[in-house]
């Protein structure tokens, strides 16, 4: 079942339930209830209860969206300096130049191609793919520089490599779900409540009041959702993708 699928029938069986319990208490509510007046005390309590789950909506909504921009500035920072330092290395002598731009070609292959999707199925980074880029840090840093050009070019290099290396960590921390459960149990809970409130206003079958109630389940379903499509930067529907690597390295046979 699709991500988009599993929405569709989410949203409708939040719609479900709801209708179908005011239905319900409608069938089989006593003759002495009074569906025509609301305390005044259950309706400022349920507006409350709104603006305060509304309130932690808006807020995890926002830690997920700025967790999945970070994700994707690390990885355009990471693609970006592997360029560089392939671009750079133009000063070094061409036997060497060569190794050094095959090993970078070899990382970012393995990446696109083996790395990205294991890091989406486990949310991690592979060891292997931190000794590719490792392998080819000591490379030129083992490598003592042979004129003033390189000399000069030694340390910006370096800089990058290790603004290189830096971005694949901050990836595999940003691998995987970000939102604590602490957090998902409050969001789910804080969802039922709300929705429960609807119940205790004393809505009733008019259409208006169902449609009303309907659109505010599927609103809540949505919102979950996207909070939770949002929550995994690399392995969901709105994810992070490759695409800095393969426009920044077009002559390699990446997995677009």
Do not use: H
């Not at 699928?5 to 069938?27: D, G």
């Not at 005044?40 to 932690?56: L, P, R």
């Not at 970070?70 to 750079?88: M, N």
Request: with cysteine; glycine share 6%; charged share 20%.
């Amino acid at each position: 079942m699709s991500e988009w699928v599993a929405l569709v029938v989410a949203m409708a069986a939040a719609c479900a339930v709801v209708l179908a319990v005011v239905v319900l208490r409608r069938r089989t509510a006593g003759v002495e209830e009074n569906v025509d007046e609301t305390p005044d005390v259950i309706e400022y309590i349920t507006m409350m209860i709104g603006v305060v789950y509304a309130i932690v909506l808006g807020l995890a909504i926002a830690g997920v969206w700025e967790a999945r921009g970070a994700a994707q500035d690390d990885l355009f920072r990471e693609a970006q300096s592997l360029r560089e330092v392939s671009d750079r290395a133009v000063v070094y002598p061409a036997e060497f130049r060569d190794q050094v731009r095959s090993d970078i070609d070899a990382y970012v292959t393995y990446v696109v191609n083996v790395e990205w999707d294991y890091m989406s199925e486990n949310g991690a980074i592979t060891d292997k793919g931190t000794q590719l880029l490792d392998k080819v840090q000591n490379e030129v840093a083992s490598r003592a520089p042979a004129s003033d050009l390189e000399s000069q070019t030694y340390q910006p290099i370096m800089d990058r490599i290790g603004q290189a290396s830096d971005a694949r960590n901050q990836r595999g921390q940003n691998a995987g779900p970000t939102m604590p459960g602490v957090v998902w149990f409050g969001l789910i809970g804080g969802a039922v409540v709300t929705i429960g409130m609807l119940f205790a206003l004393q809505i009733r079958r008019t259409p208006r009041e169902l449609i009303l109630a309907g659109c505010f389940s599927v609103l809540i379903a949505f919102l979950l959702f996207m909070i939770w499509d949002f929550d995994d930067p690399f392995a969901r529907s709105v994810s992070v993708t490759t695409q800095p690597f393969v426009d920044l390295f077009p002559s390699l046979d990446l997995k677009g």
